[in-house]
């Protein structure tokens, strides 16, 4: 039987869409749920910042009566103006192990991206390269960390069968904290000592001033990515349900603010890997008994994520950042935590790949970003 599209709304047909990864993955071990209310929260246009500026359509295939794959094409204006290009995105694309099913869900999100004008279609992003982005090709025998995503292991064969080549490897370094190099934490805190010397100095973020941090960190954000490939500023709102989302999850021992005579010039962001709980959470409801595993599961967590790190250019090659993951390193220690994840670092980051790696980091997952001309 030939595969059927149907596009859903929000009003209509958004729970299916949500849904379908529930049953595509039933029974894998490494399947994180995401959190429904977060999702539906997403895909909401009165509560999202994302559609104040951005465009987009939810599609479901279905193939013998049952639904088969999902997709969501993606117009992102901010990212067309800010790189002057003319991009269609597409993203939340979850299949069967079908090409027919992945034939009609791509062909759904070019013709969406070509009636918007576009001349390239690239994915998956969710919705925006801020946020969950990638396809993971390497690295399947493990669950994902929080706020990153995980598919089958045929997802990237079926997606290139279809003509889209790989544009960018997002890597994941592991750092354990028994594989550590302690020559590298040693040379951390001599780093941070000659850091003094020039007035720059590090400390956590303070929870009590969390409006004034996130405005800090906002600004070193959208300076020192600016030359990232697929960087796109966040806007004031993005930034603002971000920092809503994240700060019951913040922990001020693993965030960090690098100042130079007072002024902000770097942070370290990393946050407890939530998904060792969320895992547990059948098809990602909170209510009625999932918000009690969440809360005390917290205490039980062994493991991190290096969410975000960067230093405004001037300052680079300074060592702040290898002082950011000497503090993590500390602390996860103290913690007795099995070590922490940085993630996702850009193949073409070479400092960032090489700070990890000078700290006996294993790069043990990738994911991929792919792209066609339309």
């Known amino acids: ?34 959190i429904f209310i977060g999702q539906k929260d997403m895909m909401n246009p009165a509560k999202y910042p994302f559609h104040q500026y951005g465009k987009v359509k939810y599609f479901l295939a279905e193939k013998n009566g049952n639904v088969a794959g999902r997709i969501a094409a993606i117009q992102n204006s901010n990212y ?31 013709q969406f991206a070509i009636e918007n004008g576009n001349e390239y279609l690239m994915g998956p992003t969710n919705f925006t390269t801020n946020e969950t982005a990638g396809t993971l090709v390497e690295g399947f025998n493990e669950p994902p960390k929080i706020m990153m995503t995980y598919n089958k292991p045929y997802y990237g064969s079926m997606i290139e069968s279809y003509g889209l080549k790989k544009e960018m490897d997002l890597y994941a370094y592991m750092i354990y904290t028994d594989k550590v190099s302690e020559k590298s934490l ?14 720059i100095t590090i400390r956590n973020v303070n929870l009590k001033d969390i409006n004034a941090e996130a405005k800090r960190i906002q600004k070193i954000y959208n300076e020192a990515w600016e030359e990232n490939w697929g960087f796109v500023p966040f806007t004031d709102a993005e930034f ?3 920092k809503n989302d994240l700060k019951m999850l913040l922990d001020p021992a693993f965030a960090y603010i690098a100042e130079k005579d007072g002024e902000p010039i770097g942070f370290g962001l990393t946050l407890p890997n939530i998904n060792e709980v969320l895992i547990k959470n059948s098809r990602g409801k909170l209510f009625p008994f999932g918000i ?30 290898a002082v950011f993951f000497a503090k993590n390193i500390a602390e996860t220690k103290k913690r007795n935590l099995i070590g922490g994840e940085a993630s996702w670092v850009l193949e073409s980051n070479e400092p960032m790949r090489a700070a990890a790696e000078h700290l006996n980091g294993e790069k043990y997952k990738t994911y991929r970003l792919y792209k066609t001309k339309i």
């Open 186 to 199: 040693r040379l951390a805190d001599a780093l941070e000592s000659r850091l003094k010397t020039r007035g």
């Open 80 to 110: 067309n103006r800010h790189h002057q290009c003319k991009v269609g995105f597409f993203g939340f694309f979850d299949f069967i192990e079908d090409q027919e099913v992945v034939q009609a869900l791509l062909d759904k999100a070019k």
């Open 1 to 34: 039987m030939s595969v059927t599209i149907r596009e859903i709304t929000f009003e209509k047909g958004i729970h299916e869409f949500i849904n379908f990864p529930h049953d595509l993955y039933q029974g894998d071990p490494n399947y994180v749920p995401e």
């Open 292 to 321: 009690f595993r969440l809360l005390f599961g917290k205490k039980k967590i062994k493991s991190v994520r290096v969410l975000a790190l960067g230093v405004i250019g001037e300052y680079r090659k300074l060592g702040i950042e």
């Open 240 to 242: 603002e349900y971000l």
